[in-house]
């Protein structure tokens, strides 16, 4: 081990498979192989009693005991809690993440003694909340979070690395332009970047996180079911276990049609059975419109990044559903150029995050200068106010999407009404003008202004936003000098009694300082 009693690890924490590698002595991340001896853990929990199974016995009970099953919690982040009560309790989805982390963490134990330290990998289109819930999840599952990165950030240093053209120390000796095209189980981003000597510089990005492997397989499971109500008058899909049945036998099929024309899908329920054959022009017609929306933002995003096909010198394509035929036809017929899979697709994320963790480490001992990332918000973040001539709520953006980070900005509102005795600045995250269909990050509410202020007194509001995707708000009164009082209450966050209860209850473990900052459900804001 290379890292001073300090493995430098990285995770690619997915919604279906999670993978994790390290750094060895030669300085190569390496992928470790799990319990099972798989390179790829699926990221499913069983409830089992009081037990929590995780990986690939979970998976297999989803035919048989699907009511007991958490899957795709991933796409659930930032919600209070996972849409279905398992073993009689509501898990927030980040707990259900932890529970994976966990079993990561105890695998990777067997080969590299105990750690602390990791990187974790999220969606480049994540927000704030869905980081932040991650971030929670590295610690309730023992761990000590080095630092969240994008997934695409990870590919490209991966792809750096075994390219070469990211000598030992991290850093790019031409400047490179990649797209990075990344298809996961049930996320899709892709994001355009350049890297120049230490820098990895975000371009731009986009993405759907409700979009991936996993719709592909629904669209199977649709159409076998509805050949087997045609034939048999009775829906497979009303029964959780053969649905259950029925989905795996989908994924499969479609991880089959990867490498043949055509499949015999097996459907079983209420004692009668079928098969049905899938070619896989079927499977492409059937889930085209699917791939369409990957091309639609694909496009957008490289205009976003105001380049154009010829600028790009890499098309990356990471995540497993990019194994699909489909994806790579789409990609060269839309680029141009041959897409490039030469880093394994399974193991991309995770190898760059541990790359990106050793240089952390390294940097932390004095030795090399780190990696320096720069990323984009991928989701305009404003205020919502009241639009004087319409009387109408509205998302006033302060930092528009794609803006590279850190940055800070500023926008001046009024009061309302004359006298006004406190003011509520809700901050929100998404592009509508409308503030109910964006996502609520939180709120800061000044409380005691001076007696008689005037109606249309200017307040000012500045925004931080950092590389790593946190925000300060600071809000300012014109005229008053007043110190005033400012607090950001954040939705849908744990308070740190909470996360210390889970990470006993999942890892046996005390909580410890390593989340400071991080966990609390309510952060005040400088004073002004
Ligand atoms: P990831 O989240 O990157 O691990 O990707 C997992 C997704 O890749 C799942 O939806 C899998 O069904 C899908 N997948 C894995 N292998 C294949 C394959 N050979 N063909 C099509 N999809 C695949």
Known sequence: MNQENCPAVGIDLGTTYSAVAYIDDTGRPVTLVNSEGDLVTPSVVLFESDMAVVGKEALKAIATEAEHVAQCAKRELGERAFHKVLGGRAYPPETLQALVLNKVRRDASRHL???????????????????????DAGYMAGFEVLDIINEPTAAAIAHGFHKGFLNRKGAADMPQKLLVYDLGGGTFDVTVMEIMGH??????????????????????VNYVAEEFKKTHNLDPREDPNANGRLWRECEDAKRTLSARTKVSISCDYKGLAMRVEVTREKFEELTQDLLDRTKFTTRQTLQAAGLSWSDIDYVLMVGGSTRMPMVAKMLRDLSGQEPDASVSVDEAVAHGAALHASVILAHERGEISAINVKNVNSHSLGVVASDPRTNRRRNAILIPRNTALPVTAKRVFRTQKPNQKSILVQIVEGESANPDDCSQIGK??????????PEQTPIEVRFAYQENGRLTVHVNVAGTNAEL??????????T?????????????QQGDDSHVGSSDDTMTVDEL
């Open 485 to 494: 009082k400012h607090e950001i209450t954040r939705d849908n966050s744990m």
């Open 113 to 135: 003694g105990d750690f602390k330290k990791v990187v974790i990998t999220v969606p480049a289109y994540f927000d704030e909340v869905r980081r932040k819930a991650t971030q």
């Open 199 to 220: 820098e990895f510089c975000a371009l731009a990005t986009d993405g759907d996180v409700q979009l991936g492997g996993h719709d592909w397989d629904q669209r199977l």
């Open 496 to 508: 740190t009694e909470q996360l210390d209860a889970w990470r006993l209850y999942i890892t046996g």
């Open 444 to 453: 800061c509410v000044v409380r005691d202004l001076p007696v008689g202020l």
